[in-house]
């Protein structure tokens, strides 16, 4: 197995790992929050550090695969980059879905446009993936000498 599918393939692994870690803090934001002092949740920072640890090098991993195998094509590597786009899409389809449960002490500027715009960043992962699908490899080149 060549590098670019190893690559292809941590790059489904980090999408799944930011999409559990979407859905979990979502879906801790529905209850309500407890008075303590010891513990404070703001939600704008947590999802600042998923992006930074999920998503971005995901996106990178899943550009570098792409940019190794554009030249030959590669079946296996477009379906994966398609399975990260769309895991992504999918994910973030449900956890927009839970934004009307979160309790409002959560509340902030980033939660209403973040799924919205992480959608829009994987729709051209998936078309990366497709045109990889459309490549047609190369006929080698015939030696006279």
């Known amino acids: 197995m060549a590098i670019e599918r190893y690559v292809a393939a941590v790059s489904i692994g980090l999408y799944i790992m930011f999409v559990g870690e979407i859905i979990t803090l979502y879906n801790f934001m529905q209850d309500t929050p407890e008075q303590t002092?010891?513990?404070?949740?703001?939600?704008?920072?947590k999802i600042f550090q998923f992006i930074s640890i999920g998503?971005?090098?995901a996106t990178v991993m899943a550009g570098v695969a792409f940019m190794l195998t554009k030249r030959y094509g590669s079946k296996a590597n477009g379906y994966m980059i398609i399975a990260?786009?769309?895991?992504?899409?999918?994910?973030?389809?449900?956890?927009h879905s839970m934004i009307s449960g979160i309790n409002p002490a959560y509340e902030s500027k980033v939660i209403p446009i973040f799924t919205p715009l992480v959608m829009a960043v994987s729709i051209p992962i998936i078309i990366a993936g497709t045109r990889l699908l459309k490549i047609k490899k190369r006929k080698s080149k015939k030696d006279y000498f």
Not at 84 to 94: D, K, R, S, V, Y
């Open 84 to 95: 990260g786009g769309a895991i992504l899409l999918g994910g973030m389809a449900f956890a």
């Open 37 to 45: 002092t010891s513990f404070i949740l703001d939600p704008d920072p």
């Open 55 to 57: 998503v971005a090098p």
